[in-house]
């Protein structure tokens, strides 16, 4: 008799330990019988659904549907849990007062000893702000999906694990450009799908830089889906979101530009190939004809041997313009501090200047090619003396600094560069745009070569070149952008 008493008086409580337990839930529980009539709710239900015990029990569960699911939603609930299962899913219940709420809803099947079901127990956890938070992850994945697609350069998103680069997002111009589909780059390895096994190394080894948070920029070649490889442009860098650390890198394709390119420097070599056999097969003969005219001159006495002498002159000039021209289109790769005080005076000292004076009030040291620049005052010098004087035959180092010329050039500084002006007729200014043109020239013999080399040289450093006029009418060219250093 004790021993049935004690089991009775275990089973009550076993019985109010697992009443105490549903009625702290912080689920909202509920059972009902086999026809979904309410029998028992506990406190969490009331705050969740608006409905206090004495309301809700008695009625049908239906009393929560909010109208969202379909009868055939309904349908499958109830003949998943008759057969004696157990249904899971998310569900749009309706409180009360109308309001609707997400909940994810557990519903056991309960049965007597012999396998019947009697009645159903629900758990539902009200997961309405974690519904609403993902919807709303879900549309900011959208926006940035379609403001990803809109970029014209390809573009993909990956871990930033510096082992496992698995590619997390892509946009359209990246799955046009490899030849992937969404579905075939998603989850994958970046280096498996678009990097060749001769530049696996370089791949990990900008992966590791991207990875540990430098901003990476160079030049690389990757491969299509088709087999196709092609240059880029590589940047990587490192973004920091809610799902961690991830790595966003863009591919510019320069294959054409990088074939372009190399394609201009094998037909520049080829040029300055050209440019140096041409003049020295011109230099000969014409250094043979300035030998017999030497050897002319000093047995006759005759007026046309200065104007044969001059036209040596502009044969020589014409060639060291041509073999310049050939070379000026180079960048420069190398520069250095260049006086330009200095430069312009040897510049001076290699040139007919006999009519003419330089006046350098330039104090500024400026980044330059020192040859290039030599080469650059020395055309704007010939320019300003041709064009300034009565055209007499000029020998190099005739004149010196401040003389009594005719023609006075200025060297001066500007803001963010210098000026080379002088005080002869000027460039009209219906002229100035074409003044840079190879060929143009207003003089009857003259090569049209000179200021072409000009903006050739300043191209070349990276500077602009304008002319305008002179404080005293005559042409001024001033160069901008330049690297001062004083």
Known sequence: MNSERGVAESENATARAFREAVECS???????????????????????????AEEAVGNNANILQSGVHDDRFYERLWDTILSGEVWEGEIVNERKNGERYVARQTISPVTDDDGDVVRFVAVNEDITDLREYQERLERQR?????????????????????????????????RETFGYTERELGGSRLDDRIVDDDDAEEAREITAQAADGERVRREVTRRSAAGECRTFLLEASTVTGEAGDEVI????????RKRAQEELERQTAELERFADVVSHDLRNPLNVA????DLLDAEVDNEHVDTIRAAHGRMRELIENLLMLAKQGRTIDETEPVAVRDAARRSWETIGTAEATLRVESTATIRADESRLGQLFGNL??????????????????????????????????????YVADDGPGIPEEERGRVFETGHTSAADGT???????????????????????????ARFEFTGVTCLT
């Not at 320019?383 to 001066?412: C, I, R, Y």
């Not at 200021?451 to 005559?474: K, Q, R, Y």
């Open 381 to 418: 010098f010939r320019n300003a003396v041709e064009h300034g004087t009565t055209g007499a035959s000029l020998a190099p180092g005739d004149s010196v600094e401040d003389g009594d010329g005719t023609v006075t050039v200025t060297v001066g500084d500007l803001e963010d560069g210098f």
């Open 249 to 256: 890198a863009t591919y510019l394709d320069i294959t054409d």
């Open 290 to 293: 300035a030998g017999h005219l």
């Open 448 to 474: 049209g070569l000179g200021l072409s080399i000009v903006a050739e040289i300043a191209d070349a450093h990276g500077w602009d070149v304008t002319v305008t006029e002179s404080d005293t009418g005559g």
């Open 142 to 174: 959208d926006r940035l999906a379609t403001v990803l697609d809109a970029v014209p350069v390809p573009l993909v998103l990956t871990e930033a694990d510096p082992d496992e680069p698995v590619i997390k997002q892509t946009n359209r111009a990246f």
């Open 26 to 52: 912080g689920h909202s529980i509920y059972w009902t019988d086999t026809t979904g009539r309410i029998e028992y709710v506990n406190d969490a239900f009331e705050k969740q659904t608006g409905y206090t």
